[in-house]
């Protein structure tokens, strides 16, 4: 399919790569990064349907997320021990989510997604204690991976319905939910993303969606701003992530609500 749409023009190959820097480094720090580089991409390539913008932009995710997961794995402490079960856990309910995305219309859970994501960004404001410093809950016991199991495929679902601020999501998990430290939890999510990333890529790869010339060339970019908000929020700490944290979520709540109203 790569081969049957033409390159866009050489500007909007331009404002493609600066969106994929710039979808990489907010991912990297908070997740998000989906607010940038798809809309850009549907944008930018209007001869290309949504799926091959879904698939594209998966394509330059997962090369920055490698990145950014490999940064990270460097110089902060990600827990593989409960990433790897999520990972899989969240890779399940993408899959099921993609397969009932065509009978389910995603617009019934943007509502209950704004909802959500207010409790949670008004909770992270009011709470500057929160994710500051790691109190693992549970750790190591089988509620700890219960939970992360359960919220990976829950959140993996909601990819595969959905999509926007899935590493937000995880985010807040790991620090609201099992005590991660906003960092770590950082850190922690960029395998999960990995998962998830790797497993919608091989789909949309199966189904001829991806157009690989342009995924690989703001993936390039995305690894850049990916490595680049890696080591910025390993040097700043969970502060700096929790304050992009919070302006992510407001945008994603800002673009979830338009899209309620509008219908």
Known sequence: MD?????????????????????GWVDAVSGGGGLLQL????LAVPGASPVQALATN????LLGTSSAAATYAQRAHADVRTALPMAVAACVGA?????????????????VIVGLLVVVWVWTLLTPAMGQAQ???????????????GAGLAIGFYDGVLGPGTGSFLLI????????????????AKFVNLGTNLAALLVFTATGSVLWALGLLMGLCNV?????????????????????????????IARLAWSVVAG
């Open 173 to 188: 998990v790991l620090v609201a939910g099992l005590g991660y430290s906003f960092l770590n939890g950082s850190a922690t």
């Open 58 to 61: 998966k394509l330059s995710s």
């Open 3 to 23: 081969g049957a749409l033409a390159l866009p023009d050489a500007w909007s190959v331009v404002v493609l790569c600066v969106a994929a820097l710039a979808a």
């Open 95 to 111: 899959a099921t989510g993609a397969l009932t995305a065509s009978h389910v219309p995603a617009a019934a859970f943007r509502p």
């Open 39 to 42: 809309p850009a991409l549907l």
């Open 224 to 252: 850049v701003g990916a490595t680049i908000g890696a080591r910025m929020a390993v040097r700043r700490g969970s502060g700096f992530v929790r304050a992009v944290f919070l302006v992510v979520v407001g945008a994603l």
């Open 135 to 149: 109190n693992l809950r549970w750790a190591g016991r089988r509620r700890h991976y219960v939970l992360a199991v």
